[in-house]
T-cell receptor, first 111, second 111 residues
Framework: DAKTTQPTSMDCAEGRAANLPCNHS???????VYWYRQIHSQGPQYIIH???NNETNEMASLIITEDRKSSTLILPHATLRDTAVYYC????????????FGKGTKLSVKP | TAGITQAPTSQILAAGRSMTLRCTQD?????MYWYRQDLGLGLRLIHY???????GKGEVPDGYSVSRANTDDFPLTLASAVPSQTSVYFC??????????FGQGTRLTVV
C-alpha cells in the first residue's frame, strides 16, 4: 500500500467547511483512496473512497487531483460531532489484508 | 442492519483467567479482523481471517487465538489474561472493495 502524509492536527469553526489534505505521491494506478475517522472512544468509521473521480456522499466529498498524488476530504458544514481523528489510506480495492492506519489528522471543530 | 456487533462492551478480568470476545457481522463479508488500540497508539492487528475456515496472524498475535467456523462469527480468545492485554478491542469486516466496517469495541481491563 502506498504511503500517505497528513497534517497532525487542524482546527475548523463550526458550520464552516473542513478541508483535510492527504499526500500520496507514490500511489499506483490501481490503488484507491479511502477515508476513515475515529471519534473518541468509538470504532473507526468509513467515510468515503475514490479512484480518480471526485466523489460525494451524505457525509463528505472527496477531491482527488488529476495526477492522483494528493486528495482532500471536505466536510461541507462541520459540526462539533465531527471532531475526530481522520485517516487517509491508500490501497488496491479488493486486496486481501488489513487496513494500516497511520497517525491521521486530529480535527477539532470549535464553536 | 446491525453491521458488526461486539460483546461484551466492557469487562474487568482477573489475570490468569480466560475470556472470549465475541464478534458477529450480518453483512456476509469474507474478511474479518481483530485489532487492539492502546492509549495514544494506533490500531494494531491481532489476527485476521480472509474467509470462513482460515485465519492468520497479525502484528501482535501472542496470547490470543481466533476461530472462524462460519462467515458471520469471529471470536477472539485470551487463554490466560495478563495486564498488558488491557486495551480496547475492535472487530472489523471488509467487503469486496476493501471498505472496512468496525464494531464499537470491547474495553477490557485485566487486573
Amino acid at each position: 500500500d502506498a504511503k500517505t502524509t497528513q497534517p497532525t492536527s487542524m482546527d475548523c469553526a463550526e458550520g464552516r467547511a473542513a478541508n483535510l489534505p492527504c499526500n500520496h505521491s507514490t500511489i499506483s494506478g490501481n490503488e484507491y483512496v479511502y477515508w476513515y475517522r475515529q471519534i473518541h472512544s468509538q470504532g473507526p468509521q468509513y467515510i468515503i473512497h475514490g479512484l480518480k473521480n471526485n466523489e460525494t456522499n451524505e457525509m463528505a466529498s472527496l477531491i482527488i487531483t488529476e495526477d492522483r498524488k494528493s486528495s482532500t476530504l471536505i466536510l461541507p458544514h462541520a459540526t462539533l460531532r465531527d471532531t475526530a481523528v481522520y485517516y487517509c489510506i491508500v490501497r488496491v480495492a479488493g486486496s486481501q489484508g488489513n487496513l494500516i492506519f497511520g497517525k491521521g489528522t486530529k480535527l477539532s471543530v470549535k464553536p | 442492519t446491525a453491521g458488526i456487533t461486539q460483546a461484551p462492551t466492557s469487562q474487568i478480568l482477573a489475570a490468569g483467567r480466560s475470556m472470549t470476545l465475541r464478534c458477529t457481522q450480518d453483512m456476509r463479508h469474507n474478511a474479518m479482523y481483530w485489532y487492539r488500540q492502546d492509549l495514544g497508539l494506533g490500531l494494531r492487528l491481532i489476527h485476521y481471517s480472509n474467509t470462513a475456515g482460515t485465519t492468520g496472524k497479525g502484528e501482535v498475535p501472542d496470547g490470543y487465538s481466533v476461530s472462524r467456523a462460519n462467515t458471520d462469527d469471529f471470536p477472539l480468545t485470551l487463554a490466560s489474561a495478563v495486564p498488558s492485554q488491557t486495551s480496547v478491542y475492535f472487530c472489523a469486516s471488509s467487503d469486496q472493495l476493501s471498505v472496512t466496517f468496525f464494531g464499537q469495541g470491547t474495553r477490557l481491563t485485566v487486573v
